[in-house]
């Protein structure tokens, strides 16, 4: 299997880079500050923890936004997060939010991609609510994996100003949150989108992150053939296949939106 993991010297520079980054955001901006969801999960709270490294804490700001499917265990550690590290936080209830669109198409409301998709959505409104009011950036907290993939919600959770953990696999964000001195059990629980009831990250993919990210990295990101990959890896080469066709089929979330050609 590759190891993906950073030696300890490039974890540092990778840890520095990114503090870096989102401090020239802001910056280069002009606003005071950032906002992020919080979610009680590895990626929200490793950005939460380089948010106030590279900024201060007073120029952090999160919102913790449960909806009725969300997971209390999870939005009790997203309360934890922002109290330990000394940010301001909000907590929004979305699902009130969510009735009226499911009043005004109810035919959707069974739906739990649509619903789940919506909810994505109505936190990233409520995102740009606050930090347009507080003149800041908004935050995202995806990583390399699922944006690889397009494991996020179009204009949901990938409608952000800036990604920090962007160029970061799911397994080395693990490795990051341990430097930061984020708690191994919120580094070890099970991460999920808390889009529905249930729904967890490696359940809806079919794989684990442990799996994926060396399929990316030799495959998808890197030169390997899915048959060399397969056999680098010792998978099945559907597997490194559908990954293939995950990454293909999701491109239009990773660009803009298209426009005609010019004419001639």
Same mark, same amino acid.
């Given at each position: 299997?590759?190891?993906? !993991?950073?030696?300890?010297?490039?974890?540092? !520079? /990778? !840890?520095?880079?990114?503090?870096?980054?989102?401090?020239?955001?802001?910056?280069?901006?002009?606003?005071?500050?950032?906002?992020?969801?919080?979610?009680?999960?590895?990626?929200?709270?490793?950005?939460?923890?380089?948010?106030?490294?590279?900024?201060?804490?007073?120029?952090? @700001?999160?919102?913790?936004?449960?909806?009725?499917?969300?997971?209390?265990?999870?939005?009790?550690?997203?309360?934890?997060?922002?109290?330990?590290?000394?940010?301001?936080?909000?907590?929004?209830?979305?699902? *009130?939010?969510?009735?009226?669109?499911? %009043?005004?198409?109810?035919? &959707?409301?069974? *739906? @739990?991609?649509?619903?789940?998709?919506?909810?994505?959505?109505?936190?990233?409104?409520?995102?740009?609510?606050?930090?347009? @009011?507080?003149?800041?950036?908004?935050?995202?907290?995806?990583? !390399?994996?699922?944006?690889?993939?397009?494991?996020? #919600?179009?204009?949901?959770?990938?409608?952000?100003?800036?990604?920090?953990?962007?160029?970061?696999?799911?397994?080395?964000?693990?490795?990051?949150? /341990? *430097?930061?001195?984020?708690? +191994?059990?919120?580094? %070890?629980?099970?991460? #999920?989108?808390?889009?529905?009831?249930?729904?967890?990250?490696?359940?809806?993919?079919?794989?684990?992150?442990?799996?994926? *990210?060396?399929?990316?990295?030799?495959?998808?990101?890197?030169?390997?053939?899915? &048959?060399?990959?397969?056999? +680098?890896?010792?998978?099945?080469?559907?597997?490194?296949?559908?990954?293939?066709?995950? @990454?293909? /089929?999701?491109?239009?979330?990773?660009?803009?939106?298209?426009?005609?050609?010019?004419?001639?």
């Amino acid at each position: 299997m590759v190891d993906l !993991r950073l030696s300890e010297s490039e974890l540092a !520079r /990778r !840890r520095e880079h990114v503090e870096a980054f989102v401090a020239e955001q802001v910056e280069a901006a002009g606003v005071d500050g950032v906002v992020l969801g919080l979610s009680g999960g590895i990626d929200s709270t490793t950005t939460a923890h380089l948010a106030v490294e590279a900024l201060g804490a007073e120029a952090v @700001h999160g919102l913790v936004m449960p909806g009725s499917v969300s997971d209390d265990e999870n939005m009790s550690d997203a309360e934890w997060v922002a109290e330990d590290l000394g940010i301001d936080y909000e907590v929004v209830p979305i699902e *009130d939010v969510i009735e009226p669109f499911l %009043e005004a198409i109810p035919a &959707a409301a069974e *739906d @739990h991609v649509a619903v789940g998709n919506a909810r994505a959505r109505v936190r990233a409104v409520l995102s740009y609510l606050l930090a347009n @009011h507080e003149n800041r950036l908004v935050l995202g907290t995806g990583n !390399r994996s699922e944006a690889a993939i397009g494991y996020f #919600t179009k204009y949901g959770d990938g409608a952000v100003d800036c990604h920090p953990l962007g160029r970061l696999y799911k397994v080395q964000v693990r490795q990051l949150a /341990r *430097d930061l001195g984020v708690p +191994e059990d919120l580094i %070890e629980k099970p991460p #999920t989108a808390g889009l529905w009831e249930g729904q967890t990250d490696e359940d809806e993919l079919g794989l684990s992150y442990e799996t994926l *990210d060396p399929i990316l990295a030799l495959h998808v990101d890197g030169p390997l053939s899915a &048959a060399a990959t397969a056999r +680098e890896l010792d998978v099945d080469r559907e597997t490194v296949e559908r990954v293939r066709q995950l @990454h293909e /089929r999701s491109a239009h979330k990773r660009s803009p939106p298209p426009v005609p050609e010019p004419l001639e």
